[in-house]
């Protein structure tokens, strides 16, 4: 059992920046990929940034702007978001997954606002 406590998020002004946290509970060495997700109102659920195998896989969205990296000794997940858009609201979720299609835990989720 792993539990997932998301971090940093926040109102920040369009071309921003904001560092979010995922703090894991156990240890996420074992755990293949970990992400972020988001979910804005009124959509569905996406994926944001993946990591795992020693690559990272970023959507297309956030390619360029968004960092994701992860520190096996903390057990924790980050993500570095730059040069935000007002489109990037929504609340971010940060999940373990032992594939990259299957999600086993989520976190509690942290609301990003980003206002123009």
């Known amino acids: 059992q792993v539990q997932l406590v998301e971090s940093g998020g926040g109102l920040v002004q369009a071309g921003g920046s904001l560092r979010l946290s995922c703090a894991a509970s156990?240890?996420?060495?074992?755990?293949?990929?970990m992400a972020w997700h988001r979910q804005a109102p009124g959509k569905q659920r996406e994926m944001v940034a993946l990591?795992?195998?020693?690559?990272?896989n970023y959507a297309y969205f956030v390619r360029g702007r968004f960092t994701i990296s992860r520190d096996n000794a903390k057990n924790t997940v980050y993500l570095e978001m730059n040069n935000l858009k007002p489109e990037d609201t929504a609340v971010y979720y940060c999940?373990?997954?032992?594939?990259?299609?299957?999600?086993?835990?989520w976190g509690q989720g942290t609301q990003v606002t980003v206002s123009s």
């Open positions: 156990g240890s996420i060495r074992g755990i293949a990929f």
């Open positions: 990591i795992g195998g020693g690559r990272t």
């Open positions: 999940a373990a997954q032992p594939t990259i299609l299957r999600v086993d835990y």
